[in-house]
């Protein structure tokens, strides 16, 4: 039997050291403002974020079409970031260019985060339930210690909710870049793309405290400073999928 080559037992992302959260931010700089395509990147995330918060006020349907066509749209920043990075002039029409051959796979796989995140919170409803079922059963019987027992429950259901939903974030975040950048099918995408942000944890941290930082100064002045951090978040996303799937320039 022939024995599996190198490259095929090979981990399909690199590991990276902690300081590369840091150049993701930098590198989103400089395609945005170097390479002459600020308003561009502006118009096309403010639009994507209007038609997506216009389609979460209807309900339910209306927020099961915003993640679909946020995952298409995130497929079309991610070939524009391409197009920017390669010098290539990029146009408001970009946004709309997941809506192509990779439509299908890009909805596939917003479907199945959205099941993974339903899963999530049921579990998470039933055992709240089943606490609060179980608080005032107690308290029927006289076992007043029952109902301090929720408040303690309910903080711990909370950090289940989040440490539940990081996995699904990681998942999320690069898989996009990973279905039209490399054709991977949905599900595989989202496991590359949680297997490469888990391995580079470090990096990821830093670069999540820094969103924070930006995100609070972003929103000081009336919110405006979201017209810039939200396209950075985009060419910031390209540049960790650049860094972490492709081999360095």
């Not at 399909?12 to 590198?27: E, I, Q």
Request: charged content about 10%; hydrophobic content about 60%; proline content about 5%.
């Amino acid at each position: 039997m022939q024995e599996p080559s190198l490259q095929a037992q090979a981990p399909a992302y690199r590991r990276v050291n902690a300081g590369r959260g840091v150049d993701w931010w930098s590198t989103a700089w400089k395609l945005m403002f170097e390479r002459g395509a600020a308003g561009v990147w502006i118009v096309m995330t403010l639009i994507a974020m209007i038609i997506c918060g216009s389609l979460h006020l209807v309900p339910l349907l209306g927020s099961i079409a915003a993640q679909i066509i946020w995952f298409a749209f995130a497929g079309g920043l991610m070939l524009a970031a391409r197009k920017t990075d390669q010098g290539t002039e990029t146009g408001v029409g970009d946004l709309f260019s997941g809506f192509g051959p990779s439509l299908g796979p890009l909805a596939l796989g917003a479907i199945l985060l959205m099941v993974g995140m339903l899963l999530v919170f049921g579990a998470l409803t039933m055992a709240g339930i089943s606490a609060v079922v179980g608080g005032m059963a107690g308290f029927a019987t006289g076992n007043l210690g029952a109902l301090a027992s929720l408040g303690a429950a309910s903080l711990l259901l909370l950090l289940a909710a989040l440490l539940l939903l990081v996995p699904i974030g990681m998942a999320a975040w690069l898989s996009p870049a990973l279905i039209v950048l490399r054709q991977q099918a949905p599900f595989e995408a989202l496991k590359t793309s949680l297997a490469a942000c888990w391995a580079n944890l470090p990096a990821l941290t830093l670069y999540g405290l820094l969103w924070i930082a930006f995100a609070v100064i972003a929103s000081i002045p009336l919110g405006l400073g979201w017209l810039v951090l939200a396209p950075l978040m985009v060419l910031s996303t390209y540049a960790a999928y650049r860094d972490l799937f492709e081999q360095p320039q």
